[in-house]
T-cell receptor, first 112, second 115 residues
């Protein structure tokens, strides 16, 4: 089955700096890679996703890159703000999968 | 509806008691997923449905866990004879298409505490 590894487990940055979170996956059949943000006590919310036919996708301060050959994808947050503080999860799934496999999460703290 | 609904918000059970959780997917979504999130944040997949049919149940501890999605009713996840280690937040998610091709939208979760 699919295995997703996520690094780092915790990340602390100063407001205005960039944050990068990396994930690797094992199943070459995976073709959909969402990123979720989860605030304390809340549900995971999709913030950006990428499909395997695309190498990069950007939405304002958030971008995701995908390297299918190396089986890794990354989340980039620029100009971080205190409200970006949360736990971020990456996930991977294939077209025939009945589930998403999640990474173990990265706790991002943005210091004002 | 536009959001996945889950009830109850909190559930407290004594060890050995039964627990039943409910999920109403977004209208028009054919796929429902159940995940268990324990304190260290890990999301453990339990089971998924395509309409009322089980799609993937590879994560279900079958001896005590069961789930159903019946037409015109909320989906349910039932735990018989709860154990302390079942304490977690249980999230339901729904998607229009399979998880591999479409976004999963999560409900607010049910926090189960087993004493």
């Amino acid at each position: 089955g699919e295995n997703v590894e996520q690094h780092p487990s915790t990340l602390s940055v100063q407001e205005g700096d960039s944050a990068v979170i990396k994930c690797t996956y094992s199943d070459s059949a995976s073709n959909y890679f969402p990123w979720y943000k989860q605030e304390l006590g809340k549900r995971p919310q999709l913030i950006i996703d990428i499909r395997s036919n695309v190498g990069e996708k950007k939405d304002q301060r958030i971008a995701v890159t995908l390297n299918k050959t190396a089986k890794h994808f990354s989340l980039h947050i620029t100009e971080t703000q205190p409200e970006d503080s949360a736990v971020y999860f990456c996930a991977a799934s294939g077209a025939n999968a009945g589930k998403s496999t999640f990474g173990d999460g990265t706790t991002l703290t943005v210091k004002p | 509806g536009e959001e996945v609904a889950q009830t109850p918000k909190h559930l407290v059970r004594g060890e050995g008691q039964k627990a039943k959780l409910y999920c109403a997917p977004i209208k028009g979504h054919s796929y429902v997923f159940w995940y268990q999130q324990v304190l260290k944040n890990e999301f453990k997949f339990l089971i998924s449905f395509q309409n009322e049919n089980v799609f993937d149940e590879t994560g279900m501890p079958k001896e005590r866990f069961s789930a159903k999605c019946l037409p015109n009713s909320p989906c349910s996840l039932e735990i018989q004879a709860t154990k302390l280690e079942d304490s977690a937040v249980y999230f339901c998610a729904s998607s229009r298409a399979r998880g591999g091709t479409d976004t999963q939208y999560f409900g607010p979760g049910t926090r189960l505490t087993v004493l």
